[in-house]
């Protein structure tokens, strides 16, 4: 981020900070591609020993893994380097939050040709979106892992949202991937009986991640694609981080397809980390705007374009409140009885 300056000195350093910091960003890029994190996973290791592991050239060697341990990811001590907490459990294969394939494999490739994107419109990763994860099942797992990490802060937001929860009975979490948010609703109202629905690639990792909770009562899991096929009925209708993924014509598709499935007296609920209302936010809320419109090439998607799809579908009433920082509108839309 620049910061305005006194002195043209100081913006000219501001200005090669913000430049430099590609670096930083290749430099992880690199150890990710090379594996460096899982190959410390297992111990410490000697620049010799990561070269040959590695099987790098040398040149350049000390300091990228000195730019690595700048940049919090690499410990050193003595002549070893070794992986912080946050590299062993975010960058090597087998922490339990891996994001590293998402970060290499769409992330990075979407942001490398947002000039495209910016003057075409269009998504610049093959197959864009879920087209290109759901073929890569590291991938998507690492890809859905890093979703579950963006709403990680978002069930006490929905709680709070929504003073129905007593009086339902039924929750379907339409495209809800793992089932993180909704097995977290549960168990703040074990009375609720829920499913997810989602495309059958996610099926494993929704059966997996149920049995690592050991939740007492797990959602169930319905296999489709929420654009054609029947979707099941529920009280409460919950949608996170869908709707910006696609054009205008399939949001409201979905919209009206979460009406359809929403029961008389219910509520369909919407989040998204990159909804906006009518002024754009800051920096943290507009990179994963950019990063949309490259990875998926769909149009701006804000919080009165989505109220007005909402009414259009049927619904009586759309309210919303912020959560987070920076602020997001978690959306209620009710369905009269």
């Given at each position: 981020m620049v910061t305005p300056t006194a002195s043209p000195e100081a913006g000219f350093a501001d200005i090669t900070r913000l430049a430099g910091s590609y670096c930083s960003t290749r430099a992880l890029v690199s150890a990710l591609e090379f594996d460096l994190f899982t190959t410390l996973h297992t111990g410490p290791a000697t620049e010799d020993e990561i070269r040959s592991a590695l099987g790098l050239h040398g040149r350049g060697l000390r300091h990228w893994l000195g730019l690595l341990?700048?940049?919090?990811?690499?410990?050193?001590?003595?002549?070893?380097?070794?992986?912080?907490?946050?590299?062993?459990?975010?960058?090597?294969?087998?922490?339990?939050?891996?994001?590293?394939?998402?970060?290499?494999?769409?992330?990075?490739?979407?942001?490398?040709?947002?000039?495209?994107?910016?003057?075409?419109?269009?998504?610049?990763?093959?197959g864009g979106g879920m087209g290109t994860v759901v073929d890569d099942p590291e991938l998507l797992r690492s890809s859905i892992i890093t979703m579950d990490m963006l709403t990680g802060d978002v069930v006490p937001a929905l709680l709070a949202a929504y003073e129905g929860w007593n009086d339902q009975r039924t929750?379907?979490?339409?495209?809800?991937?793992?089932?993180?948010?909704?097995?977290?609703l549960v168990a703040a109202?074990?009375?609720?009986?829920?499913?997810?629905?989602?495309?059958?690639?996610?099926?494993?990792?929704?059966?997996?991640?149920?049995?690592?909770?050991?939740?007492?009562?797990?959602?169930?899991?319905?296999?489709g694609d929420f654009f054609t096929d029947p979707l099941p009925t529920a009280d409460i209708v919950l949608m996170g981080n869908v709707l910006l993924d696609w054009e205008a014509e399939q949001r409201k598709l979905l919209v009206r397809r979460a009406y359809t499935s929403t029961n008389p007296g219910g509520a369909l609920i919407v989040y998204d980390h990159r909804l906006?209302?009518?002024?754009?936010?800051?920096?943290?809320?507009?990179?994963?705007?950019?990063?949309?419109?490259?990875?998926?090439?769909?149009?701006?998607?804000?919080?009165?374009?989505?109220?007005?799809?909402?009414?259009?579908?049927?619904?009586?009433?759309?309210?919303?409140?912020?959560?987070?920082?920076?602020?997001?509108?978690?959306?209620?839309?009710?369905?009269?009885?």
């Open positions: 341990v700048a940049l919090g990811l690499l410990k050193r001590h003595g002549d070893r380097y070794g992986n912080t907490p946050t590299a062993d459990l975010y960058l090597a294969r087998a922490g339990m939050w891996y994001m590293g394939d998402f970060i290499r494999k769409v992330m990075i490739p979407s942001l490398d040709d947002l000039s495209a994107a910016l003057r075409t419109g269009r998504q610049q990763v093959p929750l379907l979490d339409l495209g809800g991937g793992r089932g993180s948010v909704a097995a977290q109202h074990p009375h609720l009986s829920a499913a997810v629905f989602d495309l059958p690639a996610m099926a494993p990792l929704f059966e997996e991640n149920m049995a690592q909770r050991e939740a007492a009562r797990a959602p169930a899991f319905h296999a906006q209302g009518t002024t754009p936010g800051g920096q943290e809320s507009l990179m994963p705007n950019l990063l949309t419109l490259a990875l998926c090439g769909v149009s701006e998607y804000t919080l009165d374009d989505l109220s007005a799809d909402a009414r259009s579908a049927g619904f009586d009433a759309v309210e919303h409140r912020p959560h987070g920082s920076p602020p997001r509108p978690v959306v209620v839309c009710r369905r009269a009885r």
